[in-house]
């Protein structure tokens, strides 16, 4: 997992100068003295975004539509690490093993006696 670093609050006036105060989830303008805001990930950090300072990465968006985004991003990551142990062979166990199934030990013959795999 990737550590965050913290902005300083000269870093995100820089940030929010940089993008004319322009949120980059809705495209409306902050008003910064009113308006909550935050900084966001364009591209979320677990999904390989940069947060080097400088960076094209982090910019300003209102809190409502940070939180939205960061709701749809979750969903995103969690995608992502289930494409990425399926692509190292990396199979899931089911919470419960069903009575009967392939996971289980135990097969019913088709004469009605349960036997051992």
């Not at 980059?24 to 300072?53: F, S």
């Not at 985004?69 to 992502?80: L, R, V």
Request: glycine content about 10%.
């Amino acid at each position: 997992m990737t550590r965050r670093r913290n902005i300083s609050a000269s870093e995100a006036a820089h940030i929010f100068s940089a993008n004319a105060g322009l949120c980059h989830c809705c495209g409306y303008k902050i008003d910064g003295g009113r308006e909550a805001w935050d900084v966001d990930h364009v591209i979320p950090l677990e999904l390989g975004g940069d947060e080097t300072k400088g960076s094209d990465n982090l910019k300003p968006a209102h809190t409502k539509c940070h939180k939205a985004k960061t709701k749809t991003d979750i969903g995103h990551i969690a995608k992502g690490k289930r494409q990425t142990q399926r692509t190292l062979g990396i199979k899931r166990q089911p919470r419960q093993i069903v009575p009967g199934s392939k996971a289980s030990i135990w097969k019913k013959k088709l004469d009605g006696t349960v036997v051992k795999r």
